[in-house]
């Protein structure tokens, strides 16, 4: 009967033990005078057990003081100092650490992280740990320099630039920006805060610069000196232009006139004249329109040039036509007006009586100019024919 007592008090203890959430919370904790801190509070999810309730409590004298509050309706801060600087994580299952921020001396104190569940029967199972919060002023870290650019330290004339000065510690925390000086002189105090600006910077601002950092806790700090450089930005741009041409890829020529300039090209695809003018580029595309412009034109002269010729073709043509047709015209005219004349019994024979010479003789010679006529208007229809055929 002893036995069996024994082995149910050992399920109940196993169960109690291995079958609930535990909670992980550490026995202390120090946070920063002035900064933040985590309390650490977590638990591992099990299979049937929800989360229904999360407190957060500080202990004030006798008794502790809820000071957050979770639940169905939400978040609840229950204390007017902790307003803006409380928060509780729920990002992560099993995650409810409380998160304090600008921590003040009085925030020193016990604090209990209490999580109740929900069982799979239906009852509820609470658990709580506490844990020990310390408030320490803490001593000033080596301050940091950095850049607000990605110039880093070497800028160019007339940009708008600060340098950082960063350290760790309980703030407060003052601020001083030194330039160090030539032969050997004290740095002068520039600037008094966490940035050093320069709106615009100077060639006049090159130079050494560091800063140096103090809280209420431990000595001042000091940071590393950083070499500040501001180049002028017209020898940048002289520098630039003045590149040498050597590793540029020449086009070859394949005229034989010998030009008096050189083409090269970029790698990334534009032609360079590097003797007329270095510094002056054109894209291939540009090169390849003014080429198709020039063919267009040229080939539109062209054009032009050939539907003038044709048209002077046509009007010579014609005139041949109209030639032939007046020498058909004044032929046939001309021919029948001799025949007329030589064949024609109707004229005065008064006309003949003061002549010497005889009809025969007259004959003959009309006959010739008639032959003539012929001859000429059939040569003529050959060439109007010759003209014809080539129109």
Avoid at 108 to 113: A, D, G, N
Wanted: aromatic share 8%.
């Amino acid at each position: 009967m002893g036995i069996l007592l024994g082995l149910l008090v050992l399920g109940h203890l196993t169960v109690d033990t291995y079958g609930r959430p535990i909670l992980e919370v550490p026995e202390n904790i120090t946070g920063p005078w002035k900064g933040d801190v985590t309390i650490p509070c977590t638990y591992g999810p099990l299979q049937g057990y929800t989360q229904v309730l999360v407190k957060w409590l500080v202990h004030r004298g006798s008794y502790p003081v809820t000071i957050f509050l979770r639940d169905s309706s939400g978040d609840h801060i229950q204390q007017a100092k902790y307003q803006g600087r409380l928060h509780v994580s729920h990002k992560v299952p099993g995650d409810v650490s409380l998160q304090l921020s600008t921590l003040e001396m009085d925030d020193r104190s016990h604090y209990t992280c209490e999580v109740t569940w929900q069982t799979p029967d239906g009852n509820q199972v609470v658990r709580d740990k506490i844990t020990e919060l310390r408030v320490q002023k803490l001593s000033v870290s080596k301050p940091t320099v950095t850049t607000g650019s990605g110039y880093g330290f070497t800028v160019p004339q007339g940009m708008r630039i600060s340098l950082q000065c960063q350290a760790l510690g309980s703030p407060p925390i003052s601020y001083i920006w030194y330039k160090e000086q030539t032969n050997n002189q004290e740095p002068i105090k520039v600037g008094n805060l966490s940035t050093l600006l320069f709106k615009p910077a100077l060639v006049a601002d090159s130079g050494s610069y560091f800063c140096t950092a103090k809280g209420k806790v431990g000595s001042e700090q000091h940071s590393d000196v950083v070499k500040f450089v501001v180049k002028d930005s017209s020898k940048l741009l002289k520098t630039n232009t003045e590149a040498p041409t050597t590793m540029r890829y020449p086009l070859k020529a394949t005229s034989t006139v010998k030009q008096p300039w050189d083409w090269t090209t970029d790698m990334d695809g534009y032609l360079r004249e590097t003797r007329a003018g270095p510094g002056k580029s054109m894209p291939i595309f540009a090169i390849v329109l003014i080429i198709s412009l020039c063919c267009m034109v040229v080939f539109t002269m062209a054009y032009i040039m050939l539907c003038r010729k044709t048209s002077q073709q046509e009007h010579v043509c014609e005139a041949a036509r109209v030639h032939a047709r007046e020498a058909d015209d004044s032929g046939e005219t001309m021919r029948v007006a001799i025949f007329a004349s030589g064949c024609s019994s109707d004229e005065p024979t008064s006309q003949n009586l003061g002549n010497n010479y005889s009809d025969q003789p007259r004959i003959g010679q009309e006959y010739q100019i008639i032959t003539q006529i012929n001859g000429d208007y059939t040569q003529l229809l050959h060439t109007a024919a010759r003209s014809k055929s080539v129109c």
